[in-house]
């Protein structure tokens, strides 16, 4: 009941023709069962590589390699973060990239991701509505070690993500999908604009 059937259509649709998909909420909306979903329906002949802080997704499809992060020991050694794996995950060839969620810096990572051609990647991020997911992309793309001015980082993104889904955790407890929207061009101050599709 968390959505209805001509969304599911639009959503598979929108996997079939290859879009970057970022899926967004608040905590406990429900965002990393829906990428779960959203990403069973990847066809099973394609690469597909994820990357988490701990292991949640469960995908089923034959050619995955599955990568999780590891927080540094108590010498302050060994520490392996999302944003490195992004970069590893790029030489293993990967149709697409799914990342459980993005908190910090390897927003800027994914975003070179999916405009590199790895087309179909998907995240998670919090954030409530669809131009804010945008801009909480940004806020964290501009907390990477990469000196880049905000104009650049805002059109990288902009050009990287084509739908966004939110969701949210109701009063009576329920989860339901708020909002599928489409990422539209940045307007001429340079402003981000989405579209409602649902």
Same mark, same amino acid.
């Given at each position: !009941?968390a959505?209805?059937?001509?969304?599911v259509?639009?959503i598979?649709?929108c996997i079939m023709?290859?879009?970057?998909i970022i899926v967004?909420?608040? =905590?406990?909306?429900?965002?990393?069962?829906?990428?779960?979903i959203i990403?069973?329906l990847? #066809?099973?002949?394609e690469?597909?590589? =994820?990357?988490?802080?701990?292991?949640?997704?469960q995908?089923?499809?034959?050619h995955q390699v599955n990568?999780e992060?590891? #927080?540094?020991d108590?010498?302050g050694?060994?520490?392996v973060?999302?944003?490195d794996?992004?970069?590893s995950?790029?030489r293993?060839r990967p &149709?697409?990239?799914?990342?459980g969620?993005v908190r910090g !810096?390897e927003a800027? &990572?994914?975003?070179q991701?999916?405009?590199?051609?790895?087309?179909g *990647?998907?995240?998670t991020t919090?954030?409530?509505?669809p131009? &804010?997911?945008l801009r909480?992309?940004?806020?964290l793309?501009l907390?990477?070690t990469?000196e880049?001015p905000?104009?650049?980082?805002?059109?990288?993104?902009?050009?990287?993500?084509?739908?966004?889904i939110?969701c949210?955790?109701?009063h009576?407890?329920?989860?339901k999908? =708020?909002?599928i929207s489409?990422?539209? #061009?940045l *307007?001429e101050?340079?402003?981000?604009?989405?579209q409602?599709?649902?």
């Amino acid at each position: !009941g968390a959505l209805d059937a001509q969304m599911v259509r639009f959503i598979e649709a929108c996997i079939m023709t290859k879009m970057n998909i970022i899926v967004a909420g608040g =905590t406990g909306s429900g965002k990393t069962t829906l990428l779960n979903i959203i990403s069973s329906l990847i #066809p099973n002949d394609e690469r597909i590589l =994820t990357l988490e802080d701990s292991a949640e997704l469960q995908l089923n499809q034959e050619h995955q390699v599955n990568f999780e992060s590891r #927080p540094a020991d108590k010498f302050g050694k060994g520490q392996v973060t999302i944003g490195d794996l992004l970069q590893s995950a790029l030489r293993l060839r990967p &149709d697409r990239i799914v990342v459980g969620e993005v908190r910090g !810096g390897e927003a800027f &990572d994914l975003i070179q991701a999916m405009n590199t051609g790895h087309g179909g *990647s998907m995240s998670t991020t919090h954030a409530n509505t669809p131009t &804010d997911t945008l801009r909480r992309l940004e806020s964290l793309a501009l907390m990477s070690t990469v000196e880049l001015p905000l104009v650049a980082v805002r059109a990288q993104g902009d050009s990287a993500i084509n739908v966004v889904i939110c969701c949210e955790r109701l009063h009576d407890g329920s989860r339901k999908v =708020t909002a599928i929207s489409e990422v539209l #061009p940045l *307007s001429e101050k340079g402003e981000y604009r989405t579209q409602d599709i649902f």
